[in-house]
């Protein structure tokens, strides 16, 4: 089975910085993409990141100037840096991991439980 396991959310004050994490575990090959997402209820889940295992990276075109996704291969773990926040970033944020278990199967996407950001003075 694989795991999708986020951390690192909390609650912070406009203008402070977090930085997410996302360990994926279990039966991996490879790891094709690592992104990152996040919702407010009542909402669809927002795209915000990717990045492939090669380290291309693509953003949300409202996301670029103050988040950076980042990963370590060797430890499976996508990260999301997030500076200057603003309380409309409150939401739940969510990893999802395209992983490929073997080399004779195409990938397969799993999510995360999220973690809540939650951005008030």
């Known amino acids: 089975q694989i795991q999708v396991v986020e951390s690192g959310g909390g609650l912070v004050q406009p203008g402070e910085s977090l930085k997410l994490s996302c360990v994926v575990s279990g039966k991996i090959w490879t790891i094709p993409t690592i992104g990152w997402y996040r919702q407010v209820p009542g909402n669809q889940r927002e795209f915000i990141a990717a990045?492939?295992?090669?380290?291309?990276?693509n953003y949300a075109d409202s996301m670029k100037a103050r988040f950076t996704i980042s990963r370590d291969n060797a430890r499976n773990t996508g990260y999301l840096q997030m500076n200057s926040l603003k309380p409309e970033d409150t939401a739940v944020y969510y990893c999802?991991?395209?992983?490929?278990?073997?080399?004779?199967?195409?990938?397969?996407?799993?999510w995360g439980q999220g973690t809540q950001v939650t951005v008030s003075s």
């Open positions: 990045m492939a295992s090669g380290g291309g990276s």
């Open positions: 999802k991991a395209s992983v490929r278990r073997n080399a004779g199967r195409p990938f397969d996407d799993y």
